[in-house]
């Protein structure tokens, strides 16, 4: 018997970014992916897969900062919209969008609770061909509109459920990176109720009852294992979520602020000013300003 070490990875392309691209490879899509929470991050807050929230088929792409109702009414429908019907019906949808663009849309929940939303497209949608599309879409879009696979019922099926372990499997492994051996297994529960909870209102007493204790005397305890307040780790890991949705995707303020647990964008920003010692916005527009000179 022989055995025979794997030929190591292209440097600078990620693990999970190399399965995506290897599933769209295989099913001739664009994959997006809507971190709701910010949790596909590394430990220093960095996105798990940046760029990957935007839909990057040339037809959705494209007009985005051609036309000035291009990316309203996308960020509209494919954000604000889906994720208003997952919230209501978190199930596997196919989505036909306003440039009637079909797409497959999947929810991955984790122990009940929705954490991503998947996409995997475009189509051309059923009964919809080149010549009938509306006026106000330009010609290169109907020469790629008609290049585009129809639905095929099967692989829908196979990404449906392909997407659904993916997604999973994402969540998990961000998870294990961020795992840390503790020597007691109450701090190992205290963290992992601010990393379930953190994109939500969480309190001392919530904490206390899952360690069937006071909220004061869990309050005591946190300091005593984990050498901070219960306040400090939350806003730590609220900070951390934060840091990986600035920087990996174009989500507005407000939208984040309520992803990672603020009431308003306010609140967000006075938190995230004190962490990090300047404003999302500043903090966002520098950090892009760096990545357009290190491409240079």
Same mark, same amino acid.
């Given at each position: 018997?022989?055995?025979?070490?794997?030929?190591?990875?292209?440097?600078?392309?990620?693990? %999970?970014?190399?399965?995506?691209?290897?599933?769209?490879?295989?099913?001739?899509?664009?994959?997006?992916? &809507?971190?709701?929470?910010?949790?596909?991050?590394? %430990?220093?807050?960095?996105?798990?897969?940046?760029? +990957?929230?935007? &839909?990057?088929?040339?037809?959705?792409?494209?007009? +985005?900062?051609?036309? %000035?109702?291009?990316?309203?009414?996308?960020?509209?429908?494919?954000?604000?919209?889906?994720?208003?019907?997952?919230?209501?019906?978190?199930?596997?949808?196919?989505?036909?969008?306003?440039?009637?663009?079909?797409?497959?849309?999947?929810?991955?929940?984790?122990?009940?609770?929705?954490?991503?939303?998947?996409?995997?497209?475009?189509?051309?949608?059923?009964?919809?061909?080149?010549?009938?599309?509306?006026?106000?879409?330009?010609?290169?879009?109907? @020469?790629?509109?008609?290049?585009?696979?129809? @639905?095929?019922?099967?692989?829908?099926?196979?990404?449906?459920? *392909?997407?659904?372990?993916?997604?999973?499997?994402?969540?998990?492994?961000?998870?294990?990176? *961020?795992?840390?051996?503790? !020597?007691?297994?109450?701090?190992?529960?205290?963290?992992?109720?601010?990393?379930?909870? !953190? &994109?939500?209102?969480?309190?001392?007493?919530?904490?206390?009852?899952?360690?069937?204790?006071?909220?004061?005397?869990?309050?005591? *305890?946190?300091?005593?294992?984990?050498?901070?307040?219960?306040?400090?780790?939350?806003?730590?890991?609220?900070?951390?979520?934060?840091?990986?949705?600035?920087?990996?995707?174009?989500?507005?303020?407000?939208?984040? !602020?309520?992803?990672?647990?603020? %009431?308003?964008?306010?609140?967000?920003?006075?938190?995230?000013?004190? &962490?990090?010692?300047?404003?999302?916005?500043?903090?966002?527009?520098?950090?892009?300003? @760096?990545?357009?000179?290190?491409?240079?």
């Amino acid at each position: 018997m022989e055995f025979f070490k794997l030929r190591e990875p292209p440097e600078g392309i990620s693990g %999970p970014e190399r399965l995506l691209r290897g599933i769209e490879a295989r099913y001739g899509v664009r994959l997006t992916v &809507h971190d709701l929470y910010g949790k596909l991050r590394g %430990p220093d807050g960095s996105p798990l897969l940046p760029a +990957r929230n935007l &839909h990057a088929h040339e037809c959705c792409s494209r007009g +985005r900062y051609q036309l %000035p109702f291009w990316n309203t009414r996308c960020v509209e429908e494919c954000f604000r919209e889906t994720e208003a019907l997952l919230d209501r019906e978190p199930v596997p949808h196919r989505k036909r969008c306003w440039k009637f663009l079909t797409e497959l849309v999947v929810p991955v929940l984790r122990k009940g609770s929705r954490q991503l939303t998947m996409f995997a497209g475009v189509f051309r949608s059923e009964n919809v061909p080149p010549e009938s599309l509306p006026g106000f879409l330009p010609e290169w879009f109907r @020469i790629r509109y008609a290049e585009l696979p129809e @639905i095929n019922e099967t692989r829908i099926a196979e990404l449906t459920d *392909l997407l659904r372990t993916v997604g999973l499997g994402l969540l998990e492994e961000c998870e294990a990176h *961020l795992s840390l051996p503790a !020597a007691d297994r109450r701090m190992t529960r205290i963290l992992e109720v601010i990393r379930r909870s !953190a &994109h939500k209102t969480v309190t001392l007493k919530e904490l206390g009852a899952e360690l069937s204790l006071s909220p004061e005397r869990a309050r005591h *305890l946190v300091r005593e294992l984990c050498g901070r307040s219960f306040r400090d780790l939350l806003e730590e890991e609220r900070m951390l979520r934060a840091r990986a949705l600035l920087l990996g995707s174009d989500r507005k303020l407000s939208d984040i !602020a309520g992803a990672v647990g603020y %009431p308003n964008e306010f609140c967000f920003n006075r938190a995230f000013a004190r &962490h990090y010692g300047m404003p999302p916005g500043r903090f966002r527009k520098m950090t892009d300003k @760096i990545s357009v000179q290190n491409l240079k």
